[in-house]
């Protein structure tokens, strides 16, 4: 999809557990996101980056963190994963800063047992 | 809080038929109103938007309708066709401040378009 890549595509974990979802793009993209997408919710924004080491809380950022090192990509961690964050996670791109031009991701799913 | 209220949630409709999903939102300085398509195991997809200068914005099958006093928008899938068998989630986001490029989606309705 677009020069945007997630890994990996689905995962199970035990609840309690760390785990680290990635996001890798080939675009040189200044903003990413993360949004996680539940049935009834939509999608809801996680946390999102505006440069290297530029990130910022989104919607529903308790238990998650997120990290920037380089551009290309952005990293989303469960610090101890729960059953509430049983999950399909996407991630999104846009060279704009601004709502135009999102591409997203095809999305990790995510299974907390 | 949802912000943007979409329904319904599912939607059944026979080929050649019209679909019409529609959405309601809050925050009257959403700016940019999109509508996005996903098919299973992908990501959505922008599929058209609109800004509240336009009351309409047609392309091909597919139309957005806005009215900016009621606060709703619309989108109409002329002639729908079973390849038009996805999720459709509307979004809205605010043209400025520490807001802006952050997307606030409906919840997504469902649509199966029978042969």
């Not at chain 1, 989303?76 to 509430?84: G, N, P, Q, V």
Request: proline share 5%; with cysteine; aromatic share 12%.
């Amino acid at each position: 999809d677009a020069g945007i890549t997630q890994s990996p595509r689905h995962k199970v974990t035990e609840t309690g557990t760390p785990v680290t979802l990635r996001c890798h793009q080939t675009e040189n993209h200044r903003y990413m996101y993360w949004y996680r997408q539940d049935p009834g919710h939509g999608l809801r924004l996680i946390h999102y980056s505006y440069g290297v080491k530029d990130t910022d809380k989104g919607e529903v950022s308790d238990g998650y963190s997120v990290s920037r090192s380089k551009t290309e990509d952005f990293l989303l961690t469960l610090e101890s994963a729960t059953s509430s964050q049983t999950s399909v996670y996407f991630c999104a791109i846009t060279g704009t800063g601004g709502p135009y031009g999102y591409t997203f991701g095809s999305g990790t799913r995510l299974t907390v047992v | 809080q949802q912000q943007v209220k979409q329904s319904p949630q599912s939607l059944i409709v026979q080929k050649g038929g019209i679909s019409i999903i529609n959405c309601a939102y809050e925050n009257t300085a959403f700016d940019y109103f999109p509508w996005y398509q996903q098919f299973p195991g992908k990501g959505p997809a922008l599929l058209i938007a609109i800004r509240p200068d336009v009351s309409e914005k047609k392309e091909g099958r597919f139309t957005i309708s806005f009215n900016k006093s009621a606060k709703q928008f619309s989108l109409h899938i002329m002639d729908s066709q079973p390849g038009d068998s996805a999720t459709y989630f509307c979004a809205a986001s605010p043209a400025g401040g520490t807001s802006y490029g952050k997307l606030t989606f409906g919840q997504g309705t469902i649509l199966t378009v029978h042969p």
